[in-house]
Structures are given as C-alpha cells and as structure tokens.
C-alpha cells in the first residue's frame, strides 16, 4: 500500500471512530431523558460532573478526584510491582527446568480459576485496608504474566540453542543469553493484559475499604450518598486510565518487539 | 587426520525398538579439506552433521577431532544453519561476538576479531543491523561469520545455501570458496545439490538410503574456480546424478521396509 491509501484508510477511521461515539452518546442520552431515572443521568450532566470532580474536592472524602487517582495508581503500581517480581523469576524457572514446572503447576491451576475479586474478602481481613488492594492488583496480574512468560521460554526457537551451544554457551549461558531475551517479547503481552485486569482488581478491591481514597471507594461513596452524576464520572476515569495504560503497554510492546527484531 | 569417524552408528529410540538412522559409516577428513556430503532425504546427514557438532551422542562407534573424543558441542566446531539461526535481537556485530562474549574476550579484542570477519564476508557497513533487515544470502554470510569467529578446527554447514534463491546461491557459493581460501579451515558441507558439491568439493561423500552410510567417496580434481560448462565438470555431475538417483530410486523400498515396523 502507498502511502496516500494509508492516510485515506487513516482518515476514514478516524472518521468512523467518531461517529461511533457521537451514537454511543445520542443512545446514551436518549435513553436517559426517557426513563428519567435520578440514578441514570444525561452525558451533559455526567461530563459536567467529571470535570467538576477534578476542581472541587468532593465533600464526603475531602479530596479531589486527582488525589484519588494517585491513591488508586499507588496500589496499582505496587501490586504489579509485587507480581513482576514473583512471576518473572518463577516463569522463566518453570520454562527451563521441567521439575520445576511440574511442581509449580498443580499449585498454580489450583489458584489460577479463583477470581481476584474473591479474594478481596480475605485480603482485608488478613492483611488491612492498606495490603488489600495491592494484593488484588497482585493476583490479578500475577497470571497473565506467569502464563506468558513460560510460553515465551517454551517458544525459544531450539535452532537458536543449537547455535549457542555451538558457540560455547552452557546452561547458565543458553538461560541468560538466549532464554531471557526471547521471552521479553512475550513478558511484555503479559504486561499489556496485566494492565487491563488491574484496574478491575483495583476498583473491587477499594469496595470494601480503602484508606486515603481510590477512584473504586469514590465510585461507591457516591452511590450511597446518591451522588450519582459524580458516580459515572468515577466509572468514566476508570474507563480512561483503563484504556491510557492499556495502550501504552501496548505501544511499548510494539516498540520493543521492534527494537528486538521480532515481530 | 583432523577428523575420524569410525564405524559410526546412530540409532534413535522408537515405540518399539529402535530406527537406525546411521549405519557402519567411517570417514577420515584431513586438515584443510572441503567435503561435500550427499545423500537422499532422510539419510541422516543432519543426523551425521549434528553428532560431529556434539549436539547428538552416538550409539556407538568413535568419533574423534584432532586424535580427542567429541563428547560434546564445543566452539572448535562452528556449525551453520539451514535457517540461518541468527539472534533477532542482537546487531550483525553482537551476532558475529556471540562466542567470543561468552569466552570472555576482552570488548577491544572482540570488536576486532568481529571487525575482521564482518569485513571477510562482506557485510562491512551492516555492523549495526539486525537480521531481520537483510536478505536471506546475508543473513548466511552472518552464519558464516558467526561460526568463523570462534577460530574452530571445523566448518560444519547444513545445507547452507538451501534457503536462498539460484542467483545468490551461485554468489554465495563463489564467496564461500574464497573465504575458505582466505580462512584455510575444513569444511564439512551437506548440500542437497550435485551441482553445489561438485562446485565446491575437493572430495564428495554419497550416502545410501536410510540407514545412511557410504555409498561412493569422489575425489574432485577439477582445477578452482571450476566452470560449469566445462567437459570434465559436466561429466563428473552426470556420474554422481546417476549414482544418487539409483540410490533415490531404490530408498522407497528400504524405506518401506524400515518403517513398516513402526
Ligand atoms: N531427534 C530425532 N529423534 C528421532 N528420529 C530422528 C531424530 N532426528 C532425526 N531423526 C530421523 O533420522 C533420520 C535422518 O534424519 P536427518 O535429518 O539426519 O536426515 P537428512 O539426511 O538430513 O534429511 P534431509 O535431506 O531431508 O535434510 C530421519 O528418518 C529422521 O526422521
Ligand atoms: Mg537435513
């Protein structure tokens, strides 16, 4: 393809992107002023809401919905943080060294079904408010990144081993020097899907308490105060930082896949 | 002799038994040499390349490099692929100092020795890129390069030139002589094609059917560079052609007869 039809299949995206919003809002809208629910307020109402929440500190938890962000991408950051360091090593021993796969395997199927949400109960009452979110965020990530990370270590290309072992490469060398550079890739696709479960895990997590607030407590306060514009205005800035990170994790994916030649 | 291979077996375990890939196959290769094997598909002339790579044991047999037992892989044996094998994301430079990284080679040496062979196979002004950006005849001079770094006693390539086109082929196979030429070192070659040993061979190995083994060992005495138009180069392709096809022709009833236990 030219790259004049690039531009015109761009454009013409671009073109359609809007007007699927611009329905998604008139649905919205048309749906809210027919029922006329207090509980499902108009697009204008919400919109005007959100931007209020970022200027006026919301009066039952005393900050602005910029403080409650931060607090929520703290535990975010942490919790993936935590599986980062547990599932990268674990993965890459599960990959290479078959016992270790074998023993790991029957506990992690075991744990793998069981919904981060469900955990939540536990966390707070054995860990505190503070653990809790962090921890979900942990359980969430913590398999998309275990499960990719052994893909990537079974997926190394055996041609590739031959060719280090023909240059010298032992054990250790083969694990360092071909292993762990070929499952980047794939490490960063467990990232990318990481990002998209953590926000649910977030949210869910802050339900049942949350110390210094969190975008998922804003959204439930406001529910139970009846504050409901500023309710969707919680569930629209999950849907960004959603949608922002997700993104981004995925255009980095992109860019080292490139940088590494393999894609 | 720099290499001996000694009523060489190689068996590999089945459901029930064992297939014999390699059978009673002795060849002593002399410092220096170029040996083209040839053999029809399935023979176990991967099977052969890769024993003497140390990346496959034996069944039983001797297999020796300068008088020592292989026991196993080993960077006095540079081995280059059919698939090129190249590390995605390492430049044409790391690719070339892979070896020599891992031996501990100090970064100013490395980048001279890698230098030396980069500029060998003509890739100089390529240090920097990575595989994924050249053509599939420099990605084998990367091949070459690669294993050539590690100064092995051994060449040993596996159908090398199978993956690229006619033209770059005959390039490639042009630039291999000189760079052997220039390196001195013994080349052990699996090719596919008569015409590519006949090029490049100073001997040619001609294995049977499974189980491979050797069939006829040509010495190649045709001046270099050879032409392939001339008398003599036409009629020794016309005499290994015949031998190989009868062995072609007869592998289907072998090969029946092996697998039908299978
Ligand atoms: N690791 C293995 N386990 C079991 N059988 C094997 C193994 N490697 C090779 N073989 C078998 O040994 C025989 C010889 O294989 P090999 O790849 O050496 O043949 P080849 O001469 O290189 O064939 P081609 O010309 O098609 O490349 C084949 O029947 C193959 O299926
Ligand atoms: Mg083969």
Redo the contacts with the bound molecule.
């Keep these: 393809m030219d790259r004049k039809s690039v531009m015109k299949r761009r454009l013409q995206s671009i073109v359609i992107i809007f007007v699927s919003m611009a329905i998604f809002i008139v649905i919205w809208w048309a749906l809210s002023i027919y029922f006329d629910l207090n509980y499902f307020p108009p697009p204008d109402v919400v919109f005007e809401a959100f931007f209020d929440s970022f200027v006026t500190p919301d009066p039952n938890l005393g900050i602005t919905m910029g403080q409650n962000i931060e607090a929520s991408f703290a535990r975010f950051l942490e919790g993936f943080a935590l599986a980062f360091v547990i599932a990268i090593p674990l993965g890459l021993l599960m990959g290479f060294m078959p016992w270790v796969d074998t023993f790991a395997k029957p506990i992690v199927e075991l744990i793998r079904p069981i919904p981060p949400i469900a955990w939540v109960p536990f966390f707070f009452v054995a860990f505190g408010s503070f653990w809790n979110p962090v921890l979900t965020v942990f359980i969430g990530v913590f398999f998309p990144l275990l499960t990719n990370v052994v893909l990537g270590v079974k997926s190394v290309d055996p041609s590739l081993l031959d060719a280090a072992r023909t240059q010298g490469a032992g054990r250790l060398t083969l694990f360092t020097k071909v292993i762990m550079p070929f499952s980047v890739p794939y490490l960063m696709t467990g990232v990318t899907i990481g990002m998209g479960v953590g926000w649910m895990c977030i949210v869910a997590a802050e339900w049942i308490a949350a110390v210094g607030g969190g975008v998922g407590y804003y959204i439930l306060v406001q529910q139970q105060v009846g504050n409901y514009p500023y309710m969707f205005a919680g569930m629209i800035v999950i849907a960004i930082l959603g949608l922002l990170t997700v993104t981004l994790s995925g255009y980095a994916e992109k860019m080292i896949r490139k940088r590494m030649g393999m894609l | 002799m720099i290499l001996t291979i000694e009523n060489l077996i190689k068996s590999?375990?089945?459901k029930e038994g064992v297939?014999v890939?390699i059978q009673d196959f002795n060849l002593e290769v002399k410092e220096g040499e170029f040996v083209c094997i040839l053999?029809?598909?399935?023979?176990?002339?991967?099977?052969?390349l890769?024993i003497i790579a140390g990346l496959?044991s034996i069944t039983s047999g001797k297999l020796l490099l300068k008088d020592k037992p292989i026991i196993g892989p080993g960077s006095d044996r540079g081995m280059v692929f059919q698939e090129f094998a190249l590390f995605p994301w390492r430049s044409v430079r790391k690719n070339v100092e892979f070896g020599l990284e891992i031996k501990k080679v100090p970064p100013t040496e490395r980048a001279a020795i890698s230098e030396r062979f980069i500029e060998l196979v003509g890739l100089k002004g390529f240090e920097n890129y990575h595989p994924n950006q050249l053509s599939g005849g420099m990605k084998q001079r990367v091949g070459i390069a690669r294993a050539l770094a590690n100064d092995p006693a051994l060449l040993l390539m596996?159908?090398p030139f199978g993956a690229l086109d006619a033209q770059t082929r005959n390039l490639m196979q042009k630039e291999l002589l000189r760079i052997w030429l220039e390196t001195q070192k013994t080349v052990i070659f699996?090719t596919?094609s008569v015409d590519e040993a006949c090029y490049l061979a100073d001997r040619i190995v001609v294995?049977t059917s499974?189980p491979?083994t050797i069939k006829e060992i040509f010495n190649v005495t045709i001046p270099r560079p050879r032409d392939r138009a001339s008398v003599e180069f036409a009629q020794l392709r016309k005499t290994i052609l015949a031998e190989l096809e009868r062995e072609v022709v007869s592998a289907p009833i072998a090969r029946d007869n092996s697998e039908a236990n299978v």
Aim: contains cysteine.
């Design positions: 590999f375990p089945k297939m890939a053999g029809p598909s399935g023979c176990g002339k991967t099977t052969l890769r496959e596996d159908e699996i596919h294995m499974r491979g």
